[in-house]
């Protein structure tokens, strides 16, 4: 289990800052500010577009969890029938985002992660459902 530590975000997507993080408790929540790992291929594609240099944990804000309905149509978020965010289709460089296509009632240890800091936010509207496994810290001074 990991412990207590300290992260810096400094990505535009969330606050940027130093903080610190802690040990996940038995059950994530909606509203949390979590750390979790990029799965490989989202890693890979990151680093190819150049948003990301490097491989670091991802800071983002939990918005749904187990038994909430969410759904991307139309190029926006909803999450148990409110409208959450936009979905947008190009990035600032002009580059195709990745389209999700979800409209389902999330299962136990699934999470869908975002950033409202700024539309572009690469994040569960471009990359899908958070497992879990992939997450391994709450950050507690956000």
Request: charged residues 25%; aromatic residues 12%.
């Amino acid at each position: 289990m990991l412990g207590f530590g300290v992260t810096h975000q400094f990505t535009d997507s969330m606050k940027k800052g130093v903080f610190i993080y802690a040990p996940l408790p038995q059950k994530i929540k909606q509203n949390d500010v979590v750390l979790f790992n990029l799965s490989s291929k989202w890693l890979k594609f990151l680093l190819n577009k150049g948003y990301l240099k490097k491989s670091i944990p991802v800071m983002k804000k939990v918005f749904a969890t187990q038994g909430d309905l969410v759904c991307i149509k139309r190029g926006k978020v909803y999450i148990n029938h409110r409208f959450i965010s936009k979905v947008l289709q190009f990035d600032h460089k002009n580059n195709r985002l990745p389209k999700v296509k979800i409209c389902r009632i999330l299962k136990n240890g699934e999470f869908f992660l975002m950033s409202t800091k700024i539309p572009n936010s690469f994040d569960s509207r471009y990359m899908g459902i958070i497992k879990r496994a992939q997450i391994f810290a709450r950050v507690i001074n956000y």
